[in-house]
């Protein structure tokens, strides 16, 4: 049995429906299974991982895919000790691009420990190490809702986006195959596109114009915090990373074709299945 740690997050979604197509029984973790809308082929639980009994919760699990929120290092470490504890026998761990690229913010810091931990726990492991996500572009839908408008901090790098489904897809091989223990993958999309020129797919897409605007870091930082509600430490988190990741976003691994034997999905491919999200109301 696979237990999904992060079943409902954003690649969880995509992941439980991918490994359930192959056959494998599933476990899913959820806080709240009533609002998770998690495939009915799987198994829920429910469970918060700072408070839950950990072997209980893992027991009769073969394989777990370790994703948490936060990517708190301690609770991704107590996961590990714990599932090998419970007689797991696969690890495979979701950290990002960035410990590749020695990358010293805190993100990235607590997934390099977490990594460490995962290898250090006893069961074999994988660990997938993903660039920037395609859906992180979902944080566009108020600007474009309110104003048919994009806004991103001057200077935003070029980036080789990928798309979740891919992060499935490589996830699934390595949950359900004996082919990539010991492996660690960096998962990129097939290119790396401007910001701008992500915006411009994504009109092209929406079959509208939308206009893109650089504005300075503070603006961004006012922004982030006003519209999408982030605390002040996720806003500096996140600026941490961007500094750290800016020379690297570009870069452009070729593990997903590798791996799944096709290209990997394009931002058109992800606009094109993401347009209704980006309704303009017109306010004229």
């Known amino acids: 049995m696979i237990f999904v740690l992060g079943a409902t997050g954003k690649i969880g979604r995509a992941l439980v429906p991918a490994l359930l197509d192959t056959g494998a029984a599933v476990r899913a973790l959820t806080r709240d ?14 469970a918060d ?16 895919f370790v994703l948490t929120q936060g990517h708190s290092a301690d609770r991704e470490a107590a996961i590990a000790r714990a599932a090998a504890r419970a007689g797991a026998t696969h690890l495979v761990k979701l950290s990002t ?18 990594e460490q931990a995962i290898r250090e ?21 108020g600007s474009i809702r309110d ?6 901090p001057e200077g935003d790098p070029a980036s080789a986006l990928v798309h979740v489904r891919d992060i ?18 960096e998962l990129t999309g097939g290119e790396a596109l401007t910001t701008e020129q992500q915006v411009a797919t994504l009109a092209g897409a929406l079959g509208r114009p939308v206009k893109y605007v650089e504005e300075p ?4 930082r006012e922004r982030m915090t006003r519209m999408y509600g982030w605390p002040v ?28 034997g096709r290209p990997p999905l394009t931002f058109a491919d992800w606009a094109g299945e993401n347009a209704a999200a980006f309704p303009y109301h017109y306010r004229g």
């Open 97 to 114: 691009t960035g410990v590749h690229f020695g990358q010293t913010d805190p993100i990235t810091r607590a997934h390099a420990e977490a």
């Open 49 to 64: 991982l700072d408070t839950a009994d950990l072997p209980a919760l893992l027991d009769g699990a073969d394989r777990v």
């Open 147 to 152: 104003g048919n408008a994009v806004y991103v």
């Open 121 to 141: 726990a006893g069961p074999v492991w994988t660990i997938l190490r993903p660039g920037a996500f395609m859906d992180n572009r979902f944080a566009w839908v």
């Open 168 to 185: 499935a897809a490589v996830a699934t091989l390595a949950l359900t195959t004996s082919d990539h223990e010991g492996a660690t993958y």
């Open 33 to 46: 299974p009533a609002k998770a809308r998690i495939d009915s082929r799987a198994e829920v639980v429910q």
């Open 233 to 260: 430490e996720a806003v500096d988190g996140f600026f941490a990373l961007k500094r750290e990741s800016a020379e690297h976003e570009h870069v452009v691994f070729d593990t997903v074709e590798r791996l799944l």
């Open 217 to 220: 870091e503070s603006a961004a």
